[in-house]
């Protein structure tokens, strides 16, 4: 897939959120079961689209117990086909945001994707992982409910896709306050290896630029 988007670290006002949930984590094994997605026009959600999805096999044990989603559930919803063509055509060309999808949730829909649709996503997007790590360095972990109890953000509902993104696109907002702050009185710095925007990263030595493209480069810099 050469024509993927770009990972960006930045806050823009127009965008769609949007959370997976999976039989698991493997995305060579696993289906998507869930998809949900939240329109975003200058800080405000305009529209929504959710719908669970029939994977065309039992959902593990696990799975349910992680996210509450059952067999009977997903019984009479739509085959993957329908739900994805749905969601991109929801999607269009915006800025998709939403927490670690860079390693996980793009994968799923990349994959079915080209696989199914026999389409590539080209949409640019944000990683609220990634831009955590940037904007709050004092948090030790930066999973979505780590961040969204640091705003005191309800996490009411987590693991069910549609609430991972109003949850999501609450700390977004907030992340981009920080960021926006944080442009204002910090230098742009730029990876020597790759060319992409380096975050300052706190270490056993003190603080420190990473790229932020890290873990696919491992550039680094001091202050």
């Known amino acids: 897939m050469k024509n993927k988007g770009k990972r960006l670290n930045q806050y823009v006002e127009d965008y769609v959120v949007f959370d997976l949930e999976t039989t698991g984590i493997r995305q060579d094994l696993d289906e998507i079961i869930e998809i949900s997605a939240l329109k975003v026009r200058g800080h405000q959600v305009t529209e929504e689209y959710s719908t669970l999805v ?14 509450g989603i059952t ?14 063509a749905d969601f991109l055509e929801f999607i269009g060309d915006d ?15 990349r994959r079915d994707a080209l696989d199914i649709l026999g389409t590539e996503i080209k ?7 990634y ?13 979505l409910s ?11 509902g987590a693991h069910r896709a549609l609430n991972d993104c109003v949850m999501n696109q609450k700390c977004y907002e907030e992340l981009g306050k920080v960021w926006q702050e944080r442009k204002k009185t ?9 060319g992409a925007e380096m975050v300052k990263r706190r270490g056993q030595y003190g603080e420190f630029y990473g790229c932020s493209n890290f873990p696919n480069c491992r550039g680094t810099r001091k202050r």
């Open 95 to 109: 800025i998709l945001v939403g927490h670690n999808i860079h390693t996980f949730d793009l994968g799923f829909i």
């Open 54 to 67: 029939n994977p065309g096999r039992r959902i593990p044990r696990g799975a349910t117990a992680v996210n």
């Open 186 to 194: 910090e230098p742009e710095v730029y990876c020597p290896k790759c």
């Open 131 to 143: 831009l955590s790590r940037q904007c709050l360095t004092e948090l030790s972990h930066h999973r």
């Open 71 to 84: 067999d009977e559930m997903v019984k009479d919803a739509p085959e993957i086909a329908d739900a994805l």
């Open 146 to 156: 780590d961040v969204a109890e640091h705003f005191h953000i309800s996490t009411k």
């Open 123 to 129: 949409n640019d997007y944000i990683d609220t992982l």
